[in-house]
Nanobody, 124 residues
Framework: HVQLVESGGGSVQAGGSLRLSCSGT??????????MGWVRQVPSKQREGIAV?????ATKYLGSVKGRFTISRDGANIYLQMNNLKPEDTATYYC???????????????????WGAGTQVTVS
């Protein structure tokens, strides 16, 4: 049973930066067998996948964050470096995972099986 814990959220002014971290446990054969992603949600809206990293380390991004956000992986942790933040980036950010083999790893279509509790990011 995969467990994910996010950290690093907070409040920042527009144009600023934040780095989110996600620590995971319970992976079968290790995190590198999973598609790992960051998903965000604004109240009353659907969750929105914004970045993923697959088993080979390839990354994909939602268009609106491409060039500003970077997802990375290190051991049993993943990170989301967020630069040039905008007020529309305000949301709760979730770390998510699903077994990668035989499944698409894409921010717009991945069906994640495991989720963290989320961390709030507020940009003013």
């Amino acid at each position: 049973h995969v467990q994910l814990v996010e950290s690093g959220g907070g409040s920042v002014q527009a144009g600023g930066s934040l780095r989110l971290s996600c620590s995971g446990t319970g992976f079968i054969y290790g995190m590198y067998r999973y598609c790992m992603g960051w998903v965000r949600q604004v109240p009353s809206k659907q969750r929105e996948g914004i970045a993923v990293i697959n088993t080979s380390g390839a990354t994909k991004y939602l268009g609106s964050v491409k060039g500003r956000f970077t997802i990375s992986r290190d051991g049993a942790n993943i990170y989301l470096q967020m630069n040039n933040l905008k007020p529309e980036d305000t949301a709760t950010y979730y770390c998510a995972a699903h077994w990668n083999a035989g499944r698409t790893c894409d921010p717009s279509s991945s069906r994640f099986d495991d989720w963290g509790a989320g961390t709030q990011v507020t940009v003013s």
